[in-house]
Structure formats: C-alpha cells, structure tokens
C-alpha cells in the first residue's frame, strides 16, 4: 500500500457542469494509480475492504467521520452504486461508437439510497459480486477494446482504458477513506 492511497483529506467534488473542475478531479484521481496496473488495484479492493469491515460494529459503520462527511456504510453504498454505474458506462463504450455518459450527483443518490441509514452488508455484497463480474469482463477484452471512447458529460471524451485508471483510482481513494474512519493501521 502506497502513501498516495491515504489521502488525508476529502477531495471535493465538482458540481455537474463543471468541466474543468470534472476533469481536474479526475486526472487527480487517476494519478492515484501511478505506475501500478488497474486491474491489480481493482482485483484488490474487495479483499482490502474485507479486511478493514472485518469484526467492525454496526455503529463504528454507521458513525460518520465529521458532521456533514460520510460514514463506511455510506463509502460502501457509494461503491456499489458506482459499480452500477461505472459497469453501465463501460458496456456502453464497448457496444456503441462514442456513446454519450450520463454524469451522476452522488450526494443525490445518497439522500435517496438513504445512505445514512445502511447496514452496509448488502451494499458491500452487491459490490463484490458486480466487481467480480467486472473484473471477468474486463479480462475477456481485445487490446482494441481498451482504445474505445465514450464521450461522459461533464469530464469529455475519454478512452476505456483511461475509465479503468479512474475507476481504479476512485477505489483508492475510498479504500484509504474508509481506512481513515476506521482508524486501520497501514505500513505507509
């Protein structure tokens, strides 16, 4: 585990609409990553998270780290959704020519997913599940497939091999995050 996964601080979210601010949060998202394979990053997260979830109270999930700031139950939720959502993303890529990519408002998923109120236990099943099913399809792929572009709304047009480094370095972020709340020692 790098320095680079354990952000110390949240890294605000743009507004839907704002271009530059999607696109510099996600080349710093995307950096995360380094040298180090995606994949490798997003083989690894179930096992990473088991690991910090693992003997974790209901209530240690349910606490948010601050006033205003999400809990692990929350982080978890999220993943899951963004899993829906990245995995939705990249069949659209792979079936069609320069598909459009809807952005999402996170903050609205969460009041409706209610969030707050998660046991996390189904989310965090639900995100292993998609992100195995994921990872297959993503083992299947020709080397022309990493090179198709969808084009998402706010950030532009970016190839599927530059989603994966997002959606890696997404999972980095919130790994050290859920790390962060739950206090889980590391060797950085």
Not at 122 to 130: D, G, H, R
Not at 147 to 169: C, F, K, P, W
Request: proline share 5%.
């Amino acid at each position: 585990m790098s320095t680079a996964d354990h952000a110390p601080e949240r890294l605000p979210t743009p507004a839907l609409g704002d271009a530059d601010g999607w696109r510099a949060f996600s080349a710093t998202i995307a950096a995360r990553v380094g040298t180090r394979d995606p994949l490798e990053i997003l083989s690894a997260t179930v096992p990473r998270l088991e690991a910090a979830l693992r003997g974790r109270s209901l209530a240690e999930l349910q606490c948010p780290e601050a006033p205003g700031r999400w809990s692990v139950a929350a982080v978890i939720e999220h993943l899951a959704d963004a899993e829906l959502v990245f995995g939705f993303r990249v069949r659209q890529v792979l079936t069609q020519e320069a598909p459009p990519l809807a952005s999402f408002d996170q903050e609205a998923w969460a009041t409706v997913g209610r969030y707050a109120e998660s046991e996390a236990n189904q989310a965090f099943a639900l995100f292993a599940a998609l992100r195995a099913r994921h990872l297959a399809l993503y083992g299947r792929l020709a080397a022309a497939d990493w090179e198709r572009v969808g084009v998402h709304g706010d950030r532009g047009a970016e190839s599927l091999r530059t989603m994966i480094r997002i959606i890696a370095g997404h999972d980095l972020a919130h790994c050290a995050q859920v790390e962060r709340i739950l206090k889980v020692p590391t060797d950085a």
